[in-house]
């Protein structure tokens, strides 16, 4: 068991995730992670994220007479889903 202190960063409380950790659980840069409080203690885990390009651009295509609404969905999109163009 490693011990790690809670420090300030802005508005948020920090904590370093020990190397352990992060080499067992693959945890990168930039990933999502889920927090869940269990009992007096909390459970990590990867977020899960749907990844169904195909599904995003069925949504899309059918928000042809909405453009505004197909563009406000498509902005959300994460870097990796840049691939579905704007409609225009």
Do not use: W, Y
């Amino acid at each position: 068991m490693e011990i790690r202190k809670v420090f300030r960063s802005g508005n948020s409380l920090v904590v370093s995730l020990p190397k352990e950790v992060v080499d067992v659980l693959s945890i990168k840069e930039g990933q999502h992670l889920t927090f869940e409080i269990k009992g007096n203690g909390v459970v990590v885990r990867h977020q899960q994220k749907p990844r169904n390009i195909e599904t995003l651009r069925r949504l899309v295509g059918c928000l042809k007479d909405h453009e505004d609404i197909a563009n406000a969905i498509l902005s959300l999109r994460d870097e990796e889903d840049r691939e579905v163009e704007p409609l225009e």
